[in-house]
């Protein structure tokens, strides 16, 4: 797989075009065909579209708009057609920054080109690939590269070093590629970000089937990566790396192994990179009495798949993204549901959730040059800062508790009419549904109606009185109820803060990793850390974002980072760097006091955002621009070169 695809020329009539153009997203397909006819001039006069929650894919155009875009584009198909669908010539630098003059105020233009550009890729080169080899640097150095899990952020770190000619080897406890995708397996699990967006850069010739796939083709996905690059034969699976230890006098680590049948053995790296992910060990709550109940219980993401639910009374316990989808399919096997939430979770109304690819969309990416690339970066673009300013914090908002400023305010009052319309005049639901905080500051879940309709069941209970205790029949609610059930499901969520555990790491000077981190883990954007030199953090502290983009994209932005370190190692024939104490503590002091400027870290609702101190050690304050700019190259002043 590559991020070339193989598009196929047509002849489609006139009407079967204007058809499938009725499944286009506008803004992308105009910039299609600008630069597909080289004519600028299909964009001449068509509205600036808008970005954002309330725009959706059109751009906010509206249905006269909407007519004259598809009918511009309709033309230039056609033309094109007749010309016989030429192969379509790369266009210059200033071609794009005409064409993407349409989305982007002029004014900001010239400091997001070279991102855009770099996202775009439109000449269907792999732009971020490494553009150097460890043979051009030092042929003759020992140096490999431990990774410790084939989820998402491992895989991409194996293909960059791959790329590099870099030997690596990478530890997975489990028998498959995936991660989170191959251990979260209950009904309903698909992805909330679109697929177009959630997926590398530099593998995009996947046909996705649904607009939000589901958790198989996610799988199937990262499978498919992992056998197009090659990577199988690098991963040792069932083996789980249990200690990892600084050495000084190679500058490199020491990792003790355990395989799964109990045999040890040692492995011996230059760099270490972690690729253990935030949402993947499972939180189980603490509710008395747990051990009391007498059928089956387990987790969201130990979803035990010999248990029939099918005429059982179940219930499940919370209300985050995974118990969301979850439920309506469990609605749908159980005799009878009952769901017990704590906080109402703000819906983000997504009418498309579970829809399939539509036919014209689908015709569209196979056969119109340029379309997929514009779509992906209609997708990037329109995330790329996001919902950052309904997040934002205004210091003089007094007028409600359950917003934050101006802009969180119509968002929120926006959610709450979606909230109306779907819970149906039902006013009991629609209390029980309405959070009673700022939207942001706990993670939204994707609903595309079906939430509301599942609560309003006969056979679905929404309970909100809390729990009391676990008993062997059911659960008691704190209002002195027994409620029977056969089966418990806790959807309750992952201890996220808890990173990098259990591993034991062991770094300079004999420090622990998580002594030292004392349960507040932080890192150098994310990546790096003092004392621990060589230890490349993916998906670390702060390194989650609410309300823009995908986390696929800021992989990829630790992963650049992660080689272009190498690249200084080994140009400069040093064993290990280490980021200087007071840089990492400046940047922690800098993200901590912003996130405290957004939803999530001014409300003082729980979430998995923030950990036991109550810090927000999982967010990202800022747009995709800021995260690329400072992963972009290494500042040799940030460490000590050892
Ligand atoms: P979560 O968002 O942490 O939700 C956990 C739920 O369990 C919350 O409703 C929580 O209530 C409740 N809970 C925890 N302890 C409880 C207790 N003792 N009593 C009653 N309720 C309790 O976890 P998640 O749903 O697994 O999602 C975590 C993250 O994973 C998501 O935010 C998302 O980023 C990611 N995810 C993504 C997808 C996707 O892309 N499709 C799917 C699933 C998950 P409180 O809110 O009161 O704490």
Redesign the pocket.
Same mark, same amino acid.
């Given at each position: 797989m590559s991020s070339e695809r193989t598009l196929e020329p047509f002849d489609a009539s006139d009407e079967e075009l204007a058809r499938h153009l009725e499944d286009a997203e506008l803004p992308a397909l105009l910039l299609a065909c600008a630069m597909l006819t080289r004519d600028p001039a299909v964009l001449d006069g068509a509205p600036p579209p808008m970005r954002g929650l309330m725009a959706g894919p059109n751009g906010g155009y509206e249905e006269a708009q909407l007519t004259d875009a598809r009918a511009r584009c309709l033309a230039a198909l056609k033309r094109y057609r007749d010309d016989g669908c030429p192969e379509p010539t790369r266009p210059s630098e200033e071609d794009l920054r005409g064409l993407l003059s349409f989305v982007i105020e002029e004014e900001r233009l010239d400091e997001f080109l070279p991102f855009l550009l770099d996202e775009l890729s439109l000449d269907g080169s792999d732009t971020r690939a490494p553009k150097w080899k460890k043979s051009e640097l030092a042929p003759d150095r020992d140096f490999r590269v431990a990774i410790i899990g084939a989820g998402m952020s491992g895989l991409c770190a194996a293909i960059r070093l791959q790329q590099a000619e870099i030997p690596f080897v990478i530890f997975e406890k489990s028998h498959d590629v995936g991660g989170t995708w191959h251990d979260n397996v209950y009904p309903g699990?698909?992805?909330?970000?679109s697929n177009h967006f959630y997926s590398y850069s530099f593998a995009q010739g996947f046909e996705w089937p649904q607009l939000f796939s589901t958790q198989p083709i996610l799988l199937e996905y990262f499978q498919h990566v992992a056998d197009a690059f090659g990577l199988r034969e690098h991963i040792r699976f069932g083996t789980e790396v249990k200690r990892a230890t600084f050495d000084e006098s190679t500058g490199g680590w020491s990792l003790e192994l355990e395989s799964e049948d109990g045999t040890s053995d040692t492995f011996e790296a230059q760099v270490l990179v972690s690729g253990m992910g935030q949402?993947n060990r499972p939180r189980m709550?603490?509710?008395e009495g747990m051990d009391d109940f007498g059928g089956p219980a387990f987790h969201?993401a130990r979803w035990d798949q010999s248990v029939d639910l099918a005429g059982k009374k179940v219930s499940v316990?919370? #209300?985050?993204?995974?118990?969301c989808?979850l439920i309506p399919i469990v609605a749908d096997q159980a005799s009878e549901l009952t769901v017990?939430?704590? #906080?109402a979770?703000w819906l983000l109304p997504t009418e498309d959730y579970h829809e399939e690819v539509p036919s014209g969309l689908q015709w569209l990416y196979q056969h119109v040059p340029f379309y997929a690339e514009w779509y992906r970066f209609w997708l990037f673009w329109s995330t790329a800062e996001g919902l950052l300013e309904t997040v934002e914090v205004d210091p003089n908002w007094t007028e409600r508790k359950d917003s934050v400023g101006p802009l969180n305010e119509e968002v929120r009052q926006m959610l709450c009419e979606y909230l109306q319309e779907a819970t149906g005049g039902d006013a009991d639901l629609l209390a029980k549904m309405t959070p009673d905080y700022p939207p942001f500051s706990?993670?939204f879940v994707r609903d595309n109606g079906i939430l509301p309709a599942t609560f309003a069941r006969d056979d679905v209970s929404l309970e909100t009185a809390g729990?009391d205790r676990i008993t062997e029949k059911g659960i008691r609610t704190k209002d002195g109820r027994e409620i029977e059930a056969d089966v418990i499901v806790y959807?309750?969520?992952?201890t996220a803060s808890d990173f990098l555990m259990p591993l034991e790491v062991v770094g300079r000077d004999g420090r622990k990793l998580h002594e030292h981190w004392a349960g507040d883990a932080r890192a150098y954007l994310g990546i790096t850390l003092p004392h621990f030199p060589n230890l490349f953090l993916l998906y670390g502290p702060n390194t989650n974002i609410v309300v823009n983009g995908s986390i696929i994209f800021f992989t990829e932005c630790e992963v650049d980072y992660l080689l272009a370190s190498i690249e200084t190692l080994l140009r400069g024939g040093k064993h290990a760097m280490d980021c200087k104490p007071e840089v990492h503590d400046e940047y922690n002091e800098r993200i901590d006091a912003d996130n405290m400027k957004r939803a999530w870290g001014a409300a003082t609702v729980?979430s998995?955002y923030k950990n036991q101190l109550g810090r927000v050690s999982q967010n990202w304050p800022y747009g995709l621009l800021e995260y690329w700019k400072q992963t972009r190259e290494v500042d040799l002043g940030d460490y000590e070169l050892l």
């Amino acid at each position: 797989m590559s991020s070339e695809r193989t598009l196929e020329p047509f002849d489609a009539s006139d009407e079967e075009l204007a058809r499938h153009l009725e499944d286009a997203e506008l803004p992308a397909l105009l910039l299609a065909c600008a630069m597909l006819t080289r004519d600028p001039a299909v964009l001449d006069g068509a509205p600036p579209p808008m970005r954002g929650l309330m725009a959706g894919p059109n751009g906010g155009y509206e249905e006269a708009q909407l007519t004259d875009a598809r009918a511009r584009c309709l033309a230039a198909l056609k033309r094109y057609r007749d010309d016989g669908c030429p192969e379509p010539t790369r266009p210059s630098e200033e071609d794009l920054r005409g064409l993407l003059s349409f989305v982007i105020e002029e004014e900001r233009l010239d400091e997001f080109l070279p991102f855009l550009l770099d996202e775009l890729s439109l000449d269907g080169s792999d732009t971020r690939a490494p553009k150097w080899k460890k043979s051009e640097l030092a042929p003759d150095r020992d140096f490999r590269v431990a990774i410790i899990g084939a989820g998402m952020s491992g895989l991409c770190a194996a293909i960059r070093l791959q790329q590099a000619e870099i030997p690596f080897v990478i530890f997975e406890k489990s028998h498959d590629v995936g991660g989170t995708w191959h251990d979260n397996v209950y009904p309903g699990c698909r992805v909330d970000v679109s697929n177009h967006f959630y997926s590398y850069s530099f593998a995009q010739g996947f046909e996705w089937p649904q607009l939000f796939s589901t958790q198989p083709i996610l799988l199937e996905y990262f499978q498919h990566v992992a056998d197009a690059f090659g990577l199988r034969e690098h991963i040792r699976f069932g083996t789980e790396v249990k200690r990892a230890t600084f050495d000084e006098s190679t500058g490199g680590w020491s990792l003790e192994l355990e395989s799964e049948d109990g045999t040890s053995d040692t492995f011996e790296a230059q760099v270490l990179v972690s690729g253990m992910g935030q949402l993947n060990r499972p939180r189980m709550p603490e509710i008395e009495g747990m051990d009391d109940f007498g059928g089956p219980a387990f987790h969201s993401a130990r979803w035990d798949q010999s248990v029939d639910l099918a005429g059982k009374k179940v219930s499940v316990i919370g #209300t985050g993204a995974s118990a969301c989808q979850l439920i309506p399919i469990v609605a749908d096997q159980a005799s009878e549901l009952t769901v017990y939430q704590r #906080t109402a979770p703000w819906l983000l109304p997504t009418e498309d959730y579970h829809e399939e690819v539509p036919s014209g969309l689908q015709w569209l990416y196979q056969h119109v040059p340029f379309y997929a690339e514009w779509y992906r970066f209609w997708l990037f673009w329109s995330t790329a800062e996001g919902l950052l300013e309904t997040v934002e914090v205004d210091p003089n908002w007094t007028e409600r508790k359950d917003s934050v400023g101006p802009l969180n305010e119509e968002v929120r009052q926006m959610l709450c009419e979606y909230l109306q319309e779907a819970t149906g005049g039902d006013a009991d639901l629609l209390a029980k549904m309405t959070p009673d905080y700022p939207p942001f500051s706990k993670r939204f879940v994707r609903d595309n109606g079906i939430l509301p309709a599942t609560f309003a069941r006969d056979d679905v209970s929404l309970e909100t009185a809390g729990i009391d205790r676990i008993t062997e029949k059911g659960i008691r609610t704190k209002d002195g109820r027994e409620i029977e059930a056969d089966v418990i499901v806790y959807g309750t969520g992952f201890t996220a803060s808890d990173f990098l555990m259990p591993l034991e790491v062991v770094g300079r000077d004999g420090r622990k990793l998580h002594e030292h981190w004392a349960g507040d883990a932080r890192a150098y954007l994310g990546i790096t850390l003092p004392h621990f030199p060589n230890l490349f953090l993916l998906y670390g502290p702060n390194t989650n974002i609410v309300v823009n983009g995908s986390i696929i994209f800021f992989t990829e932005c630790e992963v650049d980072y992660l080689l272009a370190s190498i690249e200084t190692l080994l140009r400069g024939g040093k064993h290990a760097m280490d980021c200087k104490p007071e840089v990492h503590d400046e940047y922690n002091e800098r993200i901590d006091a912003d996130n405290m400027k957004r939803a999530w870290g001014a409300a003082t609702v729980n979430s998995w955002y923030k950990n036991q101190l109550g810090r927000v050690s999982q967010n990202w304050p800022y747009g995709l621009l800021e995260y690329w700019k400072q992963t972009r190259e290494v500042d040799l002043g940030d460490y000590e070169l050892l």
